[in-house]
């Protein structure tokens, strides 16, 4: 409902923009208008508060509108109260279930770090195990790219082949494998005359007597003098064919942790 809102009415009985009613004072105002609108108004508030505290209306019972606001408050009461029940019903189940899943989660925990202390105790115990038969710093080849766990790749060494001593270990040496070992041909050499083993050529001939001679060799009777031996040759190249393109596998170089 709202305040009065007829004609003539107090302005600011009540306070500011809180109207009242008045009464007509001849010569001076006109008492306040009532309206339908503001009677109805008032009526159902009145009314529904005791309908709705389950009383029935009673035109010679003046106090009902005060005794359905005492079942009013009475209700609001208990719902109060059955509220804040449920409330701390609801919190202490929260906070039961609250305390069980930290317990199990604690116990979770303990449990998990139980196990993560057991693991890690049990890899202790196998390195110091592997490090008994192993000692640390030891050196081993390994075909693989990635160094096992507890060893660590080193990686001076690359590109290089193995060689077996039996005196103190080193390495050496200025050519890579990959580049020493490939396929290719050693080509277009021509001999020269140094590189020609000594040798001569006999060319045979007639004598005047018609027996069988050689130049220079003592036999028969005169021959003719200058007669040379054909050249043979094209003074040609030729190439060797070099196939070191040898099968290999790669390792790798680790040293224990």
């Known amino acids: 409902m709202r305040r009065i809102d007829g004609l003539d009415p107090a302005v600011d009985l009540f306070g500011p923009g809180r109207h009242g009613f008045q009464e007509q004072v001849p010569g001076v105002s006109l008492a306040t208008g009532l309206t339908a609108t503001w009677f109805n108004a008032v009526q159902e508030s009145i009314v529904r508060t005791i309908e709705a505290a389950g009383l029935q209306l009673s035109e010679a019972d003046m106090d009902q509108f005060v005794a359905a606001l005492a079942v009013l408050d009475a209700a609001a009461r208990e719902a109060a109260i059955f509220a804040a029940a449920i409330d701390a019903t609801n919190k202490a189940a929260g906070a039961r279930a609250a305390a069980i899943d930290a317990a199990a989660q604690d116990a979770t925990n303990k449990t998990n770090a139980a196990r993560i202390a057991a693991v890690a105790a049990a890899a202790t115990d196998a390195t110091a195990k592997a490090n008994a038969v192993i000692p640390s710093g030891t050196r081993m080849l390994f075909q693989q790219s990635v160094a096992p ?11 290089k082949a ?22 290719g041909s050693v080509g277009a050499t021509t001999l020269t005359v140094a590189q020609i083993p000594e040798h001569d050529h006999g060319t045979p001939v007639f004598a005047r007597d018609g027996t069988s001679a050689h130049i220079g060799d003592g036999g028969g009777s005169a021959t003719y003098p200058g007669v040379r031996s054909g050249s043979s040759g094209g003074g040609g190249s030729h190439t060797h064919t070099l196939n070191l393109d040898i099968k290999y596998v790669d390792i790798i170089i680790a040293t224990k942790n």
């Open 162 to 183: 193995l060689r077996v001593v039996s005196g103190a270990a080193g390495s050496g040496g200025a050519i890579d494998f990959s580049s020493a070992f490939i396929a």
């Open 149 to 159: 766990v507890g060893w660590t790749k080193d990686v001076t060494h690359n590109d």
